[in-house]
């Protein structure tokens, strides 16, 4: 035990050297849009550009209103200065511009303007619809209604959340009845929908009315509760843009957090508990260096089992928690002090 608190003491000293966080890349494509163009013209790549950073800022905001900002507007404006890089494909309709912006450019951005920021690691969003019908009720199937589905798709595509659709085979039949959504039984939609990954669910009961119209309960259902909508509609787009409203802009304001600048940003204490070997610590750390980009971070102190870092960069420990990814072996304990986050390290079997 005393080599793994030498080594532990060592590695400390490295890190407090060279403070975290370090400039990350961009991860993945959550920076980058493609839009498609009429020609590869310098005018029409600077509409392209503006029109994709329209869509990454709307994405990263989780808020379709968010160009009501005069900063964001400003930045549309100037949107090729922003953009990293950019190459021309061909597809079946034509070309197409891929763009990737700067995402410090971005994050700097929300930061200044204390605008939410809803960081791309996002939970996805299980979709069961049933219908009522005149003879039977049934869930909608990717395989049998793709019209009624798939336009629900691209819409979180657009705000930055991935739709998932459940298998229907006999597991879900024997989790989720389709009764289920008739009772309210919102237990067991939150069973069916972790098997897909997720405790977040798009829930909605759709009834054919006789003038044409369908009236359509929508229930987003979370970890902390369930959220109900109903309506009379006959577009589908229109039902579709209630549903998906319902669900992102909610998980947003349970999920998005208030960047601050890192020199008038308050410290946050972070204790993290159960840390009894050196596994322990280097999957921890791994943790926190994911949130490299949104938080400054520095170890303050080593105890025993128990790490203690400060943490600035965002408003409070409860938006630190936030940031905290679902599964990864942290474990809140308690956050209702601004200044104060206590975790507990659970390994992952």
Same mark, same amino acid.
């Given at each position: 035990?005393?080599? /793994?608190?030498?080594?532990?003491?060592?590695?400390?000293?490295?890190?407090?050297?060279?403070?975290?966080?370090?400039?990350?890349?961009?991860?993945?494509?959550?920076?980058?849009?493609?839009?498609? %163009? &009429?020609?590869?013209?310098?005018?029409?790549?600077?509409?392209?550009?503006?029109?994709?950073?329209?869509?990454?800022?709307?994405?990263?905001?989780?808020? =379709?209103?968010?160009?009501?900002?005069?900063?964001?507007? =400003? &930045?549309?404006?100037?949107?090729?200065?922003?953009?990293?890089?950019?190459?021309?494909?061909?597809?079946?309709?034509?070309?197409?511009?891929?763009?990737? /912006?700067?995402?410090?450019?971005?994050?700097?951005?929300?930061?200044?303007?204390?605008? !939410?920021?809803? =960081? +791309?690691?996002? !939970?996805?969003?299980? %979709?069961?619809? &049933?219908?009522?019908? !005149?003879?039977?009720?049934?869930?909608?199937?990717?395989? $049998?209604?793709?019209?009624?589905?798939? *336009?629900?798709?691209?819409?979180?595509?657009?705000?930055?959340?991935?739709?998932?659709? *459940?298998? @229907? $085979?006999?597991?879900?039949?024997?989790?989720?009845?389709?009764?289920?959504?008739?009772?309210?039984?919102?237990?067991?939609?939150?069973?069916?929908?972790?098997?897909?990954?997720?405790?977040?669910?798009?829930?909605?009961?759709?009834?054919?009315?006789?003038?044409?119209?369908?009236?359509?309960?929508?229930?987003?259902?979370?970890?902390?509760?369930?959220?109900?909508?109903?309506?009379?509609?006959?577009?589908? $787009?229109?039902?579709?843009?209630?549903?998906?409203?319902?669900?992102?802009?909610?998980?947003?304001?349970?999920?998005?957090?208030?960047?601050?600048?890192?020199?008038?940003?308050?410290?946050?204490?972070?204790?993290?508990?159960?840390?009894?070997?050196?596994?322990?610590?280097?999957?921890?750390?791994?943790?926190?260096?994911?949130?490299?980009?949104?938080?400054?971070?520095?170890?303050?102190?080593?105890?025993?089992?128990?790490?203690?870092?400060?943490?600035?960069?965002?408003?409070?420990?409860?938006?630190?928690?936030?940031?905290?990814?679902?599964?990864?072996?942290?474990?809140?304990?308690?956050?209702?002090?601004?200044?104060?986050?206590? @975790?507990?390290?659970?390994?992952? +079997?």
């Amino acid at each position: 035990m005393r080599r /793994f608190y030498r080594q532990f003491f060592h590695i400390v000293l490295v890190f407090l050297w060279l403070g975290l966080p370090v400039n990350a890349i961009a991860q993945d494509s959550f920076f980058s849009e493609q839009v498609a %163009v &009429a020609d590869r013209g310098g005018v029409e790549l600077s509409r392209a550009a503006r029109e994709g950073l329209t869509r990454l800022l709307i994405k990263v905001s989780g808020n =379709e209103a968010i160009l009501d900002e005069a900063a964001f507007r =400003e &930045a549309v404006g100037s949107a090729q200065q922003h953009v990293l890089l950019y190459s021309y494909r061909e597809d079946d309709a034509g070309d197409v511009v891929f763009l990737e /912006f700067d995402d410090a450019f971005v994050r700097n951005l929300f930061r200044d303007e204390s605008v !939410p920021y809803w =960081e +791309q690691r996002r !939970p996805p969003v299980v %979709v069961w619809v &049933a219908l009522d019908e !005149p003879f039977s009720r049934r869930f909608a199937a990717r395989s $049998d209604d793709v019209d009624l589905l798939v *336009p629900s798709i691209e819409r979180f595509k657009a705000r930055g959340v991935e739709a998932r659709f *459940p298998l @229907l $085979d006999l597991t879900d039949a024997a989790t989720v009845p389709v009764n289920t959504l008739w009772t309210r039984d919102f237990d067991q939609i939150r069973r069916g929908s972790r098997r897909y990954g997720s405790d977040h669910s798009l829930v909605g009961r759709w009834i054919d009315l006789s003038d044409g119209s369908k009236l359509v309960d929508w229930y987003y259902v979370s970890p902390g509760g369930e959220i109900h909508k109903q309506m009379r509609l006959s577009d589908l $787009d229109a039902i579709w843009d209630a549903g998906v409203d319902l669900a992102v802009d909610s998980m947003r304001d349970s999920l998005a957090v208030t960047l601050q600048r890192f020199e008038i940003s308050d410290a946050i204490a972070v204790t993290v508990r159960g840390v009894n070997s050196f596994a322990d610590y280097r999957a921890v750390s791994t943790v926190f260096k994911q949130l490299a980009e949104l938080i400054e971070l520095r170890i303050d102190s080593v105890s025993q089992d128990t790490l203690t870092y400060r943490v600035i960069g965002v408003s409070s420990a409860e938006e630190v928690a936030r940031l905290i990814p679902s599964r990864s072996g942290l474990r809140v304990q308690s956050a209702t002090n601004r200044a104060q986050l206590d @975790l507990t390290w659970e390994s992952i +079997q």
